[in-house]
């Protein structure tokens, strides 16, 4: 049974991106709306076609590494049907210790997904970040596929850029509802 139209659903390893998840969840509950969380070792990927928006958070680790419980799945991601759905991501990383892989694994789960014909939104600037190269970068290198965090290196911007980017997407969810 489904309790709300929104899924957010993570893969963590030491429960930064679950902490994340939670935040973000927190800032849709002020705007009036409830999110169902999930750890995506925990839930059938066939629930995910259910909700009209999913929330996918996936932190990328050293060079370039996909968390393991995502990896795991990832060929079955093209298969879901998510004609309907509105996607947004968001990726966890170091861009100082790895630049070069900034949030790649964030890029790996935009690609994995592509196929399921969903709706992306939540596109993020790049601007305030410093990294060489990220798999998550669109629009000419100005934009991530989703929102960026890194707790190594910007923690203290963490909190702000989730109350804008949930503003965000609130908005635009409200766009691809019309």
């Not at 629930?47 to 990896?71: A, K, N, R, V």
Request: proline share 1%; aromatic share 12%; hydrophobic share 40%.
């Amino acid at each position: 049974m489904v309790h709300s139209s929104i899924a957010l659903i993570y893969g963590t390893d030491t429960n930064n991106t679950e902490e994340v998840g939670h935040k973000i969840a927190k800032q849709w509950q002020e705007l009036g709306e409830q999110v169902d969380l999930f750890d995506i070792k925990d839930i059938e990927l066939s629930q995910l076609e259910h909700y009209s928006m999913l929330i996918l958070g996936i932190p990328t680790w050293d060079f370039g590494g996909i968390q393991s419980d995502w990896e795991d799945i990832g060929d079955n991601l093209s298969d879901l049907s998510l004609g309907n759905t509105a996607i947004a991501l968001y990726g966890l990383g170091d861009q100082f210790g790895y630049g070069d892989y900034f949030v790649d694994a964030m890029g790996w789960l935009y690609e994995k997904l592509l196929p399921s014909n969903a709706t992306f939104i939540g596109q993020w600037s790049t601007e305030g970040y410093e990294f060489e190269a990220s798999r998550a970068c669109i629009v000419n290198k100005e934009h991530f596929i989703g929102l960026a965090i890194d707790e190594d290196q910007q923690f203290e911007l963490t909190d702000q850029r989730i109350e804008q980017w949930v503003i965000q997407l609130y908005a635009e969810r409200a766009v691809e509802t019309v």
